[in-house]
Nanobody, 119 residues
Framework: VQLQASGGGLVQPGEFLRLSCAASGSIFSIGAVGWYRQAPGKQREMVALMSSGGSTDYADSVKGRFTISRDNATTVHLQMNSLKPEDTAGYYC???????????????WGQGTQVTVSS
């Protein structure tokens, strides 16, 4: 099982990006999913979460600008609008995944995708 994140890049303040995270492998089911970010010299922080039931939660700093969504059983997106320089960070997806033959969910991380917001 692995997670592959994509969609990062260099944008100007006020622009948007859409991050994607695709899960692959012997997946039986995916539970909660989320996006986290880590800026240089700072701790990794939660950006957006979605429970297996579809409820969402966001960091205060991104509420109203970012939206987490799932468009199928194995892909999660993070729509980021009105980007600010302080959104610059490496963005990581996370998912609780139950593999075939396993009776429990395990937390997996994607490799990260860099988002840089600068004029």
């Amino acid at each position: 099982v692995q997670l592959q994140a994509s969609g990062g890049g260099l944008v100007q303040p006020g622009e948007f990006l859409r991050l994607s995270c695709a899960a692959s492998g012997s997946i039986f089911s995916i539970g909660a999913v989320g996006w986290y970010r880590q800026a240089p010299g700072k701790q990794r922080e939660m950006v957006a979460l979605m429970s297996s039931g579809g409820s969402t939660d966001y960091a205060d700093s991104v509420k109203g600008r970012f939206t987490i969504s799932r468009d199928n059983a194995t892909t999660v997106h993070l729509q980021m609008n009105s980007l600010k320089p302080e959104d610059t960070a490496g963005y990581y997806c996370n998912a609780d995944i139950r593999a075939y033959g396993s009776g429990r969910y395990v937390s997996y991380w994607g490799q990260g995708t860099q988002v840089t917001v600068s004029s």
